[in-house]
């Protein structure tokens, strides 16, 4: 049984249901920045949301969303290396959300560049 909530075509984020749950591994101040610790990290097939975190915009790697927190839990119980090294934080879908749209208006646009 997976663990994550994998829908049955790609949806946003911003359309999921505001009481699942999500892990966020980290967020680093650039979208390049992020990218280049996936690159060095060989990190493949994970989301990404652009959020607005105390006024400034940061990109939030995340681990996955999940249909209740007992499954977001589970989940963290054994990340690997980079991951182990990290905090990560479950947080409600609707928080992450509120968060995104948050980051849009911080940036003046929805589109990631």
């Known amino acids: 049984m997976a663990l994550s909530y994998t829908p049955d075509k790609p ?12 892990v966020q591994l980290l967020a680093l101040s650039g979208k390049d920045k992020l990218e280049e610790f996936a690159v ?4 493949n097939g994970m989301s990404a949301a652009r959020v607005a975190s105390n006024g400034n915009l940061m990109f939030a790697l995340l681990l996955g969303i999940y249909e209740t927190r007992e499954r977001a839990e ?6 690997p290396a ?7 934080w ?12 948050a980051g849009d208006n911080l940036a003046g646009t929805s589109e990631i560049e």
Do not use: W
Request: aromatic fraction near 8%.
């Open 11 to 22: 949806v946003s984020i911003l359309e999921l249901p505001p009481e699942f749950y999500a």
């Open 40 to 43: 060095h990290n060989n990190i």
């Open 74 to 79: 589970k989940a963290i119980t054994h990340l």
């Open 82 to 88: 980079p991951f182990d090294q990290h905090r990560p």
């Open 90 to 101: 479950i947080r409600s879908v609707g928080s992450l959300q509120e968060a995104m749209i």
